[in-house]
């Protein structure tokens, strides 16, 4: 959730836009809702990066960031490995 305002703080909205599709399908996967102040943070992270990017290339990037396994997102690497 942290990382769409934290990226659009930095001024990267492409980043900020691909987290706010991510958390959105997060919650929704869940069947929740963002806290209130949660969902303001990412309200303005999403005002922010459609200013920026413009509504096209919002949608088009927050869409890619909803597709995202969770894997994907956090770089990580899942294994079954002994010791791991």
């Keep these: ?6 990226a659009s ?11 706010v599709g991510f958390a959105d399908s997060a ?3 869940i069947g929740l809702v963002p806290d ?3 969902a303001e943070e990412l309200s303005t992270a999403r005002a ?7 509504d096209a290339r919002f949608t088009e990037t ?5 597709a995202l ?3 994907e997102v ?8 002994p010791g791991r």
């Design 36 to 38: 209130p102040d949660d």
């Design 27 to 29: 919650f929704a996967a």
């Design 74 to 81: 956090f770089g990580l690497t899942w294994t079954d490995a």
């Design 69 to 71: 396994a969770d894997t």
């Design 9 to 19: 703080a930095q001024g990267d909205h492409l980043l900020a836009a691909r987290m």
């Design 62 to 66: 927050c869409a890619k960031g909803a």
């Design 1 to 6: 959730m942290a990382a769409s305002p934290l």
């Design 48 to 54: 922010a990066a459609v200013d920026a990017l413009g």
